[in-house]
């Protein structure tokens, strides 16, 4: 099976690594506050100390990962992360395993915003031809989103 990374485990996070581990796959997830790593570890991922807003942090992560869930969504007040941040971790792809990027474009924000970062991840696709699929399920509707992030990745590990 894969191992997927997912960047931004919080509460919906979490759940998606619950159905992933559930279907075989090895999950790794990601936070930037140390006191929620042990949620994570009990959602069945390996905790990860890193922080969207520094690549850098994240690079460790990476290692062996098939697929990327940039869980960005709901991350309030951090424009960024759909646009320089989400163009400098397609950036880094390049030179990993990584064969697949979902990546999250719904929730509370600006729909600008959103388009913003639609519009660098589908650019980023093109450059380096690393699949490519945008969840646009709504946040809120937990059992919806949940069903369509599962396809999203199932769907980039050819299932």
Same mark, same amino acid.
């Given at each position: 099976m894969a191992r997927v990374l997912i960047v931004g485990c919080g509460c919906r996070g979490q759940v998606l690594a619950g159905e992933l581990r559930a279907a075989g796959h090895a999950v790794r997830g990601t936070t930037r506050d140390r006191e929620r790593l042990p949620a994570i570890a009990a959602a069945g991922a390996e905790p990860y100390l890193g922080d969207p807003d520094r690549i850098a942090t994240l690079m460790e992560a990476l290692t062996g990962v098939t697929i990327v869930c940039w869980l960005m969504g709901t991350a309030e007040g951090a424009p960024e992360l759909h646009d320089g941040r989400l163009r400098m971790l397609w950036e880094k792809l390049v030179d990993t395993p990584v064969r697949g990027v979902v990546y *999250?474009?719904?929730? =509370? %924000? !600006?729909? !600008? &915003?959103? @388009? +913003?970062? +639609?519009? &660098? @991840? @589908?650019?980023?696709? /093109?450059?380096?031809?690393?699949?490519? +699929? &945008? %969840? *646009? /399920?709504? =946040?809120?509707d937990h059992p919806g989103w949940r069903e369509r992030a599962v396809e999203a990745v199932s769907s980039l590990l050819g299932g």
């Amino acid at each position: 099976m894969a191992r997927v990374l997912i960047v931004g485990c919080g509460c919906r996070g979490q759940v998606l690594a619950g159905e992933l581990r559930a279907a075989g796959h090895a999950v790794r997830g990601t936070t930037r506050d140390r006191e929620r790593l042990p949620a994570i570890a009990a959602a069945g991922a390996e905790p990860y100390l890193g922080d969207p807003d520094r690549i850098a942090t994240l690079m460790e992560a990476l290692t062996g990962v098939t697929i990327v869930c940039w869980l960005m969504g709901t991350a309030e007040g951090a424009p960024e992360l759909h646009d320089g941040r989400l163009r400098m971790l397609w950036e880094k792809l390049v030179d990993t395993p990584v064969r697949g990027v979902v990546y *999250e474009a719904a929730g =509370p %924000l !600006d729909p !600008d &915003v959103y @388009a +913003r970062g +639609r519009s &660098v @991840a @589908a650019a980023a696709h /093109a450059t380096w031809m690393i699949p490519l +699929r &945008v %969840l *646009e /399920a709504d =946040p809120a509707d937990h059992p919806g989103w949940r069903e369509r992030a599962v396809e999203a990745v199932s769907s980039l590990l050819g299932g």
